[in-house]
């Protein structure tokens, strides 16, 4: 696997259920970096961009109007293979068929309510990480434990 990075983003429904701490310590344990992390309210105009994808869907306006509709926590992480392995991590898209141990399947019910954002390939990675955050709101750094997390 090579290293990569990955944008996710703790919903509005997660951040009103005061579920921040709980999701970070998943990611946080499994090893991955931590590059960028802020609390965020995103504009119409933001949340438009990310979902672009959807646009034509008929959830899409409410969609926006979810994610908009209060602050999110965004970050990005780091880590070998960490875009797939954070989508295992979070979980299929319907909480009713994510598995206990997800994120999703853990702590959601709702696909409307399925508080947790990732990306799905290294094109929208790069996306999504380029459209959050700005180059100065990420930190390259060496994690002191970093040889007791990789291969030598
Ligand atoms: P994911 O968030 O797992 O990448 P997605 O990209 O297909 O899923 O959809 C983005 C979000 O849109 C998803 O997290 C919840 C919402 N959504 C998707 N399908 C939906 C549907 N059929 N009805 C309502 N909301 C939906
Ligand atoms: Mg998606």
Same mark, same amino acid.
């Given at each position: 696997?090579?290293?990569?990075?990955?944008?996710?983003?703790?919903?509005?429904?997660?951040?009103? /259920?005061? !579920? *921040? +701490?709980?999701?970070?310590?998943?990611?946080?344990?499994? @090893?991955?970096?931590?590059?960028? #992390?802020?609390?965020?309210?995103?504009?119409?105009?933001?949340?438009?961009?990310?979902?672009?994808?959807?646009?034509?869907?008929?959830?899409?306006?409410?969609?926006?109007?979810?994610?908009?509709?209060?602050?999110?926590?965004?970050?990005?992480?780091?880590?070998?293979?960490?875009?797939?392995?954070? /989508?295992? !991590? *979070? +979980?299929?898209?319907?909480?009713?068929?994510?598995?206990? @141990?997800?994120?999703?399947?853990? #702590?959601?019910?709702?696909?409307?309510?399925?508080?947790?954002?990732?990306?799905?390939?290294?094109?929208?990675?790069?996306?999504?990480?380029?459209?959050?955050?700005?180059?100065?709101?990420?930190?390259?750094?060496?994690?002191?434990?970093?040889?007791?997390?990789?291969?030598?």
């Amino acid at each position: 696997m090579s290293v990569e990075r990955t944008f996710v983003a703790i919903k509005p429904d997660g951040v009103q /259920r005061g !579920l *921040i +701490g709980e999701i970070l310590i998943r990611f946080e344990q499994k @090893g991955f970096k931590l590059i960028g #992390l802020k609390q965020i309210t995103a504009s119409r105009e933001l949340a438009e961009k990310h979902y672009g994808v959807h646009r034509d869907r008929p959830f899409f306006s409410g969609l926006v109007d979810f994610i908009t509709s209060g602050p999110v926590v965004a970050m990005v992480w780091e880590g070998d293979g960490v875009i797939a392995s954070a /989508r295992k !991590l *979070i +979980g299929a898209t319907k909480p009713l068929e994510a598995e206990p @141990g997800t994120i999703r399947g853990d #702590l959601a019910i709702n696909i409307g309510r399925n508080v947790i954002h990732g990306s799905d390939g290294v094109d929208t990675a790069a996306f999504e990480i380029g459209l959050w955050f700005q180059e100065a709101e990420l930190n390259d750094w060496i994690p002191s434990d970093q040889s007791w997390r990789v291969e030598g």
